[in-house]
């Protein structure tokens, strides 16, 4: 099946099938629960005062609040490890007190006090890579503050009158590139959508072919980009990835190592119709090894998404990945990827806080002693994933524009993929404690440089002017 307006080859076919993909999950916030005032909550007879309630009528350990660090032990979670310090993510400050309950799969941090009303503590269901609203230990305020998608639909839009804006920017001598940047930057991917085919409804023309003819190098890239459907525009840079002389092993790692099982289900078949190719088969014949191993067992889309955390088996896993490396000589890559493939990423995190304790060493050390090459940065992005996923893509955005000279691709990739996520965090680089400022993006040496940094600014420009304050 092929796609109007695009090249079957190195061009950027329109996909009208996939709607965006869904979007990371945060924590709902925590509910507030006050003590009761007596045990069962039962209301003063006779106008007298409460009496004082016997040491086993009331919360052991505590005549208050919990003390800050965890709930007291009888009334909190069973089976849960005693809290610890995490060490430290590499380059920046130490993770916060792991939680002590079950089901929580988001970026470790201590939560407001909260009193018990009847019962054990609330339980905050988690995701992959999710947060809870409330700050972030080491993060700076405006950071924490940057919690939804930068683009969001827009307001009376009109799908029409930005059809007729486009047709007006393309039309007669030259390009308003401005033009076509303000109005794009601008949108939802589903509004974005909506604009294509008032075009062709319009004008009896394909908006992306016109785009394609009137624009070029990393302007074209960024608006092309900007108007494919998320799922489809991951398949394109996997298989552009694999294309020809070469394999672009970091555009791998972080499409597969970082989505969803139902995104990378989405995107393994929008590969296979999209460009009749089997998305395993292209992955064999590029990589080798290990490597090729961990991207097949990524590519099944097949990881346990349970979000209560077994901390028995945290610990088990914390124990067999250390004698598979540093409790051994050599290495057993096999049960490194057995278990960062198939573990949910709330279990992953518990299991590398029970690693620390018992290494003396964090895990993302240790997958640096025990592996090299690629597949150590592809074990080390699924941990990274694990703790924190937004600080993962910080880390890649940032280190996209360190430096002499832009890896535009990578800033493309990860500003177009991630402009609709909630919960980026983008605006920083927490590994490297580097703010992306806004200055950053303006700066530039030529002209089509200048155009693609002013459209990244406006896809990301509230977000780095809080975190440049």
């Known amino acids: 099946m092929s796609y109007p307006g695009y090249p079957p080859s190195d061009g950027y076919p329109a996909f009208p099938g996939y709607p965006p993909t869904g979007q990371e999950s945060v924590y709902p916030p925590a509910g507030q629960y006050a003590y009761p005032a007596v045990p069962g909550g039962f209301p003063p007879s006779g106008g007298g005062t409460y009496p004082a309630a016997p040491p086993n009528a009331g919360f052991p350990g505590a005549a208050g609040y919990p003390a800050p660090g965890g709930y007291p032990t009888s009334g909190g979670f069973p089976g849960a490890p005693q809290a610890g310090g995490m060490p430290p993510y590499p380059g920046g400050p130490g993770f916060a007190v792991p939680p002590t309950g079950p089901g929580f799969g988001g970026y470790p941090q201590q939560l407001p006090a909260q ?25 700076p305020a405006a950071v924490v503050q940057c919690t939804q998608g930068t683009i969001q639909a827009a307001p009376n839009f009109d799908a029409g009158r930005d059809a007729e804006i486009l047709r007006k920017a393309m039309k007669g001598f030259g390009t308003d590139e401005q033009a076509i940047i303000n109005v794009v930057a601008n949108r939802s991917n589903d509004q974005r959508q909506k604009i294509k085919a008032a075009f062709k409804t319009m004008y009896g023309k394909d908006l992306i072919k016109d785009l394609k003819s009137e624009l070029s190098g990393n302007v074209e890239e960024l608006i092309l980009a900007l108007f494919m459907p998320s799922t489809y525009y991951d398949a394109w840079s ?30 393994v078949n929008c590969y ?39 901390y028995q088996k945290a610990q088990e896993d914390a124990q067999r990945l250390y004698q598979a490396g540093e409790g051994k000589l050599g290495t057993d890559e096999s049960c490194f990827n057995m278990v960062l493939a198939s573990r949910s990423f709330p279990q992953l995190k518990a299991t590398v806080e029970a690693y620390s304790r018992i290494a003396n060493r964090d895990l993302l050390s240790s997958i640096d002693r025990e592996f090299s090459g690629n597949v150590e940065r592809g074990l080390k992005t699924i941990v990274q994933c694990a703790l924190n996923r937004p600080a993962f893509f910080a880390e890649r955005l940032y280190y996209s524009m ?68």
């Open 402 to 469: 360190k430096g002499a000279g832009t890896d535009d691709s990578t800033l493309i990739r990860i500003v177009v993929t991630r402009s609709e996520v909630r919960n980026s965090l983008l605006c920083t680089s927490h590994m490297q404690q580097k703010t992306i400022y806004p200055n950053q993006l303006v700066i530039q040496s030529s002209f089509h440089r200048c155009k693609i940094m002013y459209c990244v600014k406006l896809l990301w420009g509230s977000h780095l002017d809080a975190c440049g304050n």
């Open 115 to 139: 009193s018990y009303a009847g019962g054990g503590p609330a339980q905050i269901p988690g995701f992959p890579g999710g947060q809870v609203p409330s700050p972030v230990p080491g993060l």
């Open 238 to 267: 996997l298989r552009h990835a694999m294309k020809g002389a070469g394999t672009q092993e970091s555009v791998l790692i972080e499409i597969l190592c970082t989505r969803t099982n139902q995104e990378i289900r989405e995107i």
């Open 272 to 310: 296979k119709s999209e460009f009749g190719r089997d998305i395993e088969q292209d992955i064999r014949s590029d990589t080798s090894g290990h490597f090729e191993r961990l991207l097949i067992s990524m590519c099944q889309g097949n990881r346990d998404e349970n979000q209560t955390v077994d």
